[in-house]
């Protein structure tokens, strides 16, 4: 069983940054690719970005591109989130995914992940 806890969220004003980061357990980290997903109110839940189980490819949604930089640690099983230049649209929950197979292709659909934390709110005023 995967357990994913993300922390980092909080109020920012436009044109800011934020720092996300998530903490797994339960499954070898270093085997599995790692995604950030968000869902503001109403909508439905979006990719965001993703990395590659070894680190080496990433892929980001239009968006945030840019802006946004995905990395990870596989010594301390942790993913992150810079985001920089933040847009009052930037507010929603933020989600950590993990991967469902290990080795997999790296995934831009919430079908790509069978793991989630439990959201961390982002707020960015104008």
């Known amino acids: 069983q995967v357990q994913l806890v993300e922390s980092g969220g909080g109020l920012v004003q436009a044109g800011g940054s934020l720092s996300l980061s998530c903490a797994a357990s339960?499954?070898?980290?270093?085997?599995?690719?790692m995604g950030w997903f968000r869902q503001a109110p109403g909508k439905e839940r979006e990719f965001v970005a993703a990395i590659r189980w070894g680190g080496v490819g990433t892929k980001y949604a239009d968006s945030v591109k840019g802006r946004f930089t995905i990395s990870r640690d596989n010594a301390k099983y942790t993913v992150g989130l810079q985001m920089n230049s933040l847009k009052p649209e930037d507010t929603a929950v933020y989600y950590c995914?993990?991967?469902?197979?290990?080795?997999?292709?790296?995934?831009?659909?919430?079908?790509?992940?069978?793991?989630w934390g439990q959201g961390t709110q982002v707020t960015v005023s104008s």
């Open positions: 339960g499954r070898t980290f270093s085997s599995y690719n």
């Open positions: 995914a993990f991967g469902t197979i290990p080795f997999g292709r790296l995934g831009i659909a919430p079908y790509d992940y069978d793991y």
